[in-house]
């Protein structure tokens, strides 16, 4: 039997971390405010202020993540004046010269984002998720997150083409390509990067909340259970939640009060709740 814990700090993520020792988190998992949004909750960030603001907390975040483990960002750029803003690209090249690896870019598809349009442009109804690593080699659990082959197999390994043989003799080791009659009477397969989740609707008074599934998701593929996850920019909780779910350790950090209260509250129900009267909620149980 081991101990599970799960902290809710309030503050600044930039300075709450410097509590927490070096190499300590396997996974950070979050969604900060984007640019110049979520201005009567966290008064919004300039778009030209935006890169210089994030670098002093992910500073933190390259320090306390352990040499195995992975960043992932949810965020996604904005629209001044009819053209698409370059925060979040220049982010990406910001944070390479501070050492992290731009690993992979992973896409969330809203499928349930409703119809609509401007003059210049349609509906956006995906984010990036983007991962960033300190070193090449990390924790990766991809059997975790495998999906239903579905018809997959029926159709396309039903006849064998020129092209798949030439996959077959490939060195390269790219999932079906290695080898796709390898697939054959397989019920699961790798999912692509594309992640095809609805948005939240009931979002648990927050401005921003995301789905369960998208924490979820990551906390699966790149741990297990006993690691820690930190959330920097947790607001009403929903990374804590589903990590206390999935039997891992958490840590989540917000400057509002109301949502650290709103997290802890959703992290207490069947178990005691500490509170240290300094803003720091702490579950504990034994699993």
């Given amino acids: 039997m081991r101990l599970q814990e799960n902290k809710i700090h309030t503050g600044d993520c930039e300075i709450v971390l410097k509590d927490y020792p070096d190499d300590f988190f396997d996974l950070i998992v979050t969604s900060p405010p984007y640019a110049d949004s979520r201005k009567n909750t966290y008064g919004g960030i300039p778009p030209n202020e935006y890169v210089e603001w994030f670098l002093k907390k992910s500073e933190q975040f390259l320090r306390v993540l352990k040499p195995t483990g992975t960043f992932i960002l949810n965020i996604k750029e904005k629209v001044e004046k009819g053209e698409r803003h370059t925060y979040v690209l220049e982010l990406i090249l910001a944070l390479r010269q501070q050492g992290w690896l ?21 509906r956006d109804a995906w984010e990036r998720c983007l991962q960033f690593n300190k070193n090449r080699q990390f924790n990766m659990y991809q059997e975790s997150v495998m999906v239903p082959m579905g018809q997959w197999a029926a159709t396309r390994l039903k006849k064998l083409g020129k092209n798949d043989v030439v996959r077959f003799d ?13 697939w054959v009477g397989r019920d699961k397969a790798y999912p692509s990067n594309v992640l095809h989740l609805a948005t939240e609707t009931g979002n648990r008074n927050h401005s921003a909340a995301f789905p369960n599934a998208l924490p979820e998701w990551f906390i699966k593929l790149f741990t297990l ?25 958490s840590v989540g950090i917000d400057v509002l009060p109301e949502y650290t209260d709103m997290a802890a509250e959703q992290l207490q129900p069947d178990e005691a709740l500490l509170f240290d009267g300094k803003g720091t909620y702490e579950t504990r149980r034994k699993k």
């Fill in 170 to 182: 490939s060195q390269v080791g790219s999932g079906f390509g290695k080898n796709i009659a390898n």
């Fill in 102 to 122: 731009w690993t992979e870019e992973f896409i969330w598809h809203k499928k349930n984002c409703h119809p609509g349009k401007w003059p210049n442009r349609f």
């Fill in 225 to 249: 259970e006993g690691d820690w996850v930190l959330d920097p920019f947790v607001g009403s909780g929903t990374t804590c939640i589903v990590a206390q779910e999935l039997g891992r350790n």
